[in-house]
């Protein structure tokens, strides 16, 4: 069975920070990306970072860069979110995601985790 597994969200204070962990099963870890999206209530889900396993090249969105850090440990086949410098507008439930290369595009991932809630407070 195929499972991605979040945590490590909660309530920070702004400029504050958390680390997002993505558990992932069930499939060959090394031959997929793993994307970190979230979505803030009215919204869309949005891109925020992208790490690819086999090579380790990272995507961020422009929103997060310079203050997410993206990392794989492979032998535990674990992605973590580095969150730091957070502000309010980073509110959402985070999801993570694999595909087969970092893509924009949604529909292009195959596996979706259950997400988990960042709240930043001003």
């Known amino acids: 069975e195929v499972q991605l597994v979040e945590s490590g969200g909660g309530l920070v204070q702004a400029g504050g920070s958390l680390r997002l962990s993505c558990a992932a099963s069930g499939f060959t870890f090394d031959d997929y990306a793993i994307g970190w999206f979230r979505q803030a209530p009215g919204k869309e889900r949005e891109g925020v970072s992208c790490?690819?396993?086999?090579?380790?090249?990272?995507y961020y969105a422009d929103s997060v860069k310079g203050r997410f850090t993206i990392s794989s440990d492979n032998a535990k086949n674990t992605v973590y979110l580095q969150m730091n410098s957070l502000k309010p507008e980073d509110t959402a439930v985070y999801y993570c995601?694999?595909?087969?290369?970092?893509?924009?595009?949604?529909?292009?991932?195959?596996?979706w985790g259950q997400g988990t809630q960042v709240t930043v407070s001003s």
């Open positions: 790490i690819s396993s086999s090579d380790g090249s990272t």
């Open positions: 995601a694999a595909v087969l290369r970092c893509s924009q595009r949604l529909y292009e991932y195959d596996y």
